[in-house]
């Protein structure tokens, strides 16, 4: 996604040293990640920074909640999502490394933009499926799918027929 400039951090006036910021991530951040998925959000972003005078070591902290459709019922929800991200800056003209926790960014920098890291802290922390709570879901789409169930016994795969007979001939 495209980097948002409340993300920069301009480091270069900062100590050595540990800082701390804050971010909050409101339905505006959940749409200009043209992730067609998220219907909105709320999230608070901590930023832990280290900074010495060739590294930024930085702990970004996720905890909030993405609203998503049920991958069950198809009704809104809220998918929690907490985690954290570490990533490193390196001031160096060389990009010697393919770490992926590991960037180069050139020595004349004087702020990086977290954009992209938050947005990969999210997606690495979002569960494949998520589902309403148990209990939570559409009582009318449960009832609804009760009955689809009932109605299409599922019909054994022909393949594993197939499989079946192999098996026989070689025990
Ligand atoms: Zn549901």
Redo the contacts with the bound molecule.
């Keep these: 996604m495209e980097a948002l400039s409340e993300h920069t951090i301009a480091f270069s006036g900062l100590k050595d040293g540990t800082h701390e910021f804050d971010f909050v991530l409101g339905p505006a951040f959940f749409t200009a990640t043209g992730v067609e998925e998220f219907l909105g959000g709320e999230a608070s972003m901590h930023v832990r920074l280290e900074k010495s005078s060739h590294l930024l070591v930085t702990l970004i902290h996720v905890d909030g909640h993405i609203n998503m459709l049920?991958d069950?019922?198809n009704?809104p929800?809220e998918q929690p999502i907490k985690g954290d991200q570490r990533q490193i800056f390196k001031l160096s003209a060389e990009n010697e490394t393919d770490d992926d926790e590991l960037v180069s960014i050139d020595p004349g920098a004087h702020e990086i933009n977290l954009t992209h890291y938050i947005f990969e802290c999210i997606s690495l922390h979002l569960p494949i499926r998520h589902?309403?709570a148990p209990g939570?879901?559409?009582p009318e789409v449960e009832v609804a799918l009760e009955k689809v169930q009932i109605h299409h016994e599922p019909t054994p795969d022909p393949r594993w027929a197939v499989l079946n007979k192999l098996r026989n001939k070689t025990a």
């Design positions: 049920c069950h019922c009704a929800m589902v309403h939570l879901c559409d």
